[in-house]
């Protein structure tokens, strides 16, 4: 009698210390996932800045028209992209723009005066930076996610109910990974 | 940082079991001083009633309490537009569910803190000093600590620990005034009759541990203050990935002759630097809440091997001349060395100051008699003059260096 209620005892506790190492991979999934849609609103963050970036900037700068119309144009193909290969390539094609834009500036010294892109200017950066950050967010869960899946003992579990490691992002466009080279002597 | 909470959660749970232990032999010692049969469980209740009291206090109305003690204010992102993407940029990196509110202090003495002891309702408050002084990247450094304490749940630590510390500190001055001042009538009638050796005893180290409670209990609620920036810090710099930021940000800050006007020994452990101690002093005693400001600025510039957490562990190590593990353990879990950012170009050209400030980094470390040496995998080995050994391993390639004596000289 006792040997029974002792083996339950130890399956009951067992059980349990399953049902909490599937939950807390569970949880971390779903970070990996959260952080995902992170990234996705950021980037909608930046489609909805540009129309009021380029409304200030282009009563000064008259002769980058081709370098406006690229962005409006790769801002709308970004947010009509289908499959996430194209928008990803769209996005790509919109930071490096906004890249070249951002050096051109330097020879408007009267909208750097400008106090409408002075305030422009610093939402321009926070939004670059929250792009930046959610992708740095998402490696992190992936990462502590992977951890979880490889290490013991939550690896069994991760086994037994088919959890599978994420994908770490990466910036497939090395122009965009690298840091515009800009000197203003 | 997720996987720091749960080593957090053991951590706090040892802290508190040591804390309530004192708290409830207190208690327990004190009420036997006064009645030396029935006593004990009388004065435990005491103690643990003091502590539901204070707890409940501060668990429902400690943010409140705090911030109006601190004068801060809340402020919408009209006022400072820089200060509310910061804060946002961080909780997006810190994966947070919820934005935390923004409060300003309007004092001229750079500081900040965090409050809040769910995630839900947190609070950042910073000091107008430290928006007038930091540029961008410093005030991210400072923002993405104040974001770490609250990600890593110190402020619901520091908190509880501090109600437990407040109730060991009360019963045992009220239990002391109460001997010195009021006659112990009780006692004297029991004495005839109990009168042991035993009851002397107990009375005696009563008496010993009403002097002794409230300061070890203060010493190991300041060391857990410690660790705990340290591993702010490490996490912030996880968070920004640039040391330099935070590094130059606690430069700056250490550099202010202000004093924060209204700190206080209960809110001291939140704000970035220590409040209560004057500034650039070296602190290596038990009593401060905070690790020296030097100290910190050191190990965030000697980080060299990318920054994650063993990165910050090591050069703590480096810096410390010591094989002390200041990170929680699960810290190495963190296995991929992750890159440093590079000073960011952004769209403001203006910060460009920031080779120059390395470049003074270590002209000071050169004025504090550090020592240089050149390592051939391009790095450069920067040696604090307490560093006693012979020779040097590179962090990086892994060469041995010989070092030479005269550096000292």
Not at chain 1, 92 to 99: P, R
Not at chain 2, 176 to 196: A, F, P
Not at chain 2, 288 to 294: M, N, R, W
Not at chain 2, 340 to 349: H, S
Request: a positive charge; glycine letters at 6%.
């Amino acid at each position: 009698m006792t040997a029974i209620i002792i083996i339950l005892v130890i399956i009951a506790a067992l059980a349990l210390f399953l049902v909490s190492i599937y939950n807390s991979l569970i949880q971390l999934r779903n970070r990996v996932k959260n952080a995902w849609s992170q990234i996705d609103v950021q980037l909608k963050r930046r489609h909805d800045l540009i129309p009021n970036l380029i409304e200030t900037v282009k009563g000064y700068m008259k002769h980058e028209r081709e370098l406006m119309e690229n962005i409006t144009k790769y801002r709308s193909q970004a947010m009509d992209a289908g499959s996430v290969g194209e928008k990803a390539k769209a996005e790509s094609l919109l930071s490096g723009a906004l890249g070249q834009l951002r050096v051109q500036i330097e020879n408007y010294p009267d909208l750097k005066a400008n106090q409408n892109f002075l305030a422009l200017q610093e939402e321009l950066t926070g939004t670059e930076n929250r792009i930046s950050f959610s992708r740095q967010a998402y490696n992190d869960q992936v990462l502590f996610f992977n951890n979880k899946i490889q290490m013991f003992p939550s690896n069994i579990v991760a086994g037994m109910f088919g959890f599978k490691e994420e994908e770490f992002f990466q910036i497939e466009d090395p122009k965009e990974k690298e840091v515009p080279k800009v000197s203003f002597s | 940082m997720w996987e720091l909470i749960e080593s957090n959660r053991h951590k706090s749970i040892l802290l508190f079991i040591a804390l309530g232990a004192v708290l409830f032999f207190s208690g327990y010692i004190f009420g036997r001083f006064y009645d030396y049969e029935y006593g004990g469980p009388i004065g435990v209740l005491i103690g643990l009633t003091l502590w539901l009291i204070l707890s409940a206090i501060s668990y429902f109305a400690g943010t409140k309490i705090l911030l109006s003690m601190s004068g801060a204010k809340e402020v919408t992102k009209a006022v400072h537009p820089q200060l509310f993407n910061v804060v946002e940029e961080m909780k997006i990196a810190a994966n947070l569910q919820h934005m935390p509110k923004i409060y300003i202090i309007d004092d001229p003495a750079p500081n900040a803190f965090a409050a809040g002891i769910k995630t839900e309702n947190a609070v950042i408050a910073v000091t107008a000093g430290l928006l007038g002084k930091l540029n961008r990247d410093e005030l991210q450094g400072v923002v993405a600590h104040e974001m770490a304490h609250i990600v890593n749940r110190d402020v619901l630590l520091m908190t509880f620990a501090g109600v437990t510390l407040g109730a060991i500190t009360i019963v045992s001055e009220v239990f002391l005034r109460s001997v010195i001042y009021g006659g112990n009538s009780r006692y004297k009638s029991k004495s005839s009759e109990k009168g042991g050796q035993l009851q002397l005893i107990i009375m005696v180290a009563a008496l010993v541990f009403a002097i002794l409670a409230p300061i070890m209990a203060r010493l190991l609620y300041l060391a857990v203050s410690r660790k705990r920036e340290y591993l702010a810090d490490a996490s912030a710099v996880r968070l920004t990935r640039y040391p330099e930021g935070l590094a130059s940000a606690l430069e700056k800050i250490s550099d202010s002759t202000y004093d924060l006007e209204k700190a206080n020994s209960i809110t001291a452990p939140m704000y970035i630097v220590n409040p209560l101690k004057k500034k650039g002093m070296k602190l290596s005693n038990l009593t401060s809440t905070h690790p020296p400001i030097s100290e910190r600025i050191n190990i965030l510039r000697a980080m060299q091997n990318g920054v994650h957490y063993p990165s910050y562990q090591s050069a703590f190590q480096f810096i410390r001349n010591s094989r002390e593990k200041i990170l929680p353990p699960t810290a190495s879990l963190d296995r991929v060395p992750l890159v440093m950012k590079k000073p960011p170009i952004g769209w403001y050209a203006q910060q460009d100051d920031k080779k120059t400030k390395r470049t003074s980094g270590d002209l000071i470390m050169q004025l504090n008699d550090f020592s240089f040496i050149d390592c051939s995998c391009g790095i450069k080995i920067k040696i604090p003059p307490e560093y006693k050994h012979t020779n040097i391993i590179c962090p990086k390639c892994s060469t041995k260096h010989e070092l030479p004596a005269i550096s000292k000289s």
